[in-house]
């Protein structure tokens, strides 16, 4: 399996609270994603980063804001958490022109 | 932007049948269309891909199809197994790296 931790693995949280969701890869790909899974909608890609300092948005980024200050570490934040933001968050890497490694998810539950 | 629509969103064989799964695209310029299998309580993984310039793709019991004119790709599973039983997503992109679009997933579930 690709080195791509996502933690925490469950969390519940409380509306209006920030929650920041962690994802950590050991494989040195460039490129690092964040989407969400949601029934009826697939995955859908919220931020991903094309580089350190290198982040734009996907189509469903409204709510959430990344940041990737090192290689391997690539973070998703919740501002003010909502109860639409509950889902199944799923960090992806890829390198150039390589196939896409998904972490285990990450399952949210905002209350 | 790129839309995916996939179908079914369920689908049961018996053992030993076929399964396909049918995506469409409305993108002409995407050229990757990766399709990925879901086990229960883990990430998607890749299980095979196609660009824009082959039709078909065969890795042992799965293959893959994409006609170009019509904006439509398949995955066929011959053979099934109960191990096949799974959340399938195809994809579409521009590239490999670059943002993907996925269609809504297929469960299949084969029946022994």
């Known amino acids: 399996d690709a080195g791509i931790t996502q933690s925490p693995r469950h969390k519940v949280t409380e509306t209006g609270t920030p929650v920041t969701l962690r994802c950590h890869q050991t494989?040195?790909?460039?490129?690092m994603y964040w989407y969400r899974q949601d029934p009826g909608h697939g995955l859908r890609l919220i931020h991903y980063s094309y580089g350190v300092k290198d982040t734009d948005k996907g189509e469903v980024s409204d709510g959430y804001s990344v940041s990737r200050s090192k290689t391997e570490d690539f973070l998703l934040t919740l501002e003010s958490a909502t109860s639409s933001q509950t889902s199944v968050y799923f960090c992806a890497i890829t390198q150039d022109g390589d196939e896409a490694f998904f972490g285990q998810g990450t399952r949210l539950t905002v209350v | 932007g790129e839309n995916v629509e996939q179908h079914p969103s369920t689908l049961s064989v018996q053992e030993g049948d076929s399964a396909v799964i049918k995506c469409t695209y409305s993108d002409s310029a995407s050229n990757y269309f990766p399709w990925y299998k879901q086990e229960l309580g883990k990430g998607p993984q890749l299980i095979i891909d196609?660009?824009?310039?082959?039709g078909e793709k065969k890795d042992q019991r799965i293959a893959v199809t994409l006609n170009k004119t019509a904006k439509h790709f398949s995955l066929h599973i011959t053979e099934t197994q109960p191990e096949d039983s799974a959340v399938y997503f195809c994809a579409a992109s521009k590239s490999s790296y670059q943002k993907v679009t996925f269609g809504i997933g297929t469960k299949l579930q084969v029946i022994p």
């Open positions: 494989e040195n790909h460039r490129y």
């Open positions: 196609i660009r824009s310039n082959v």
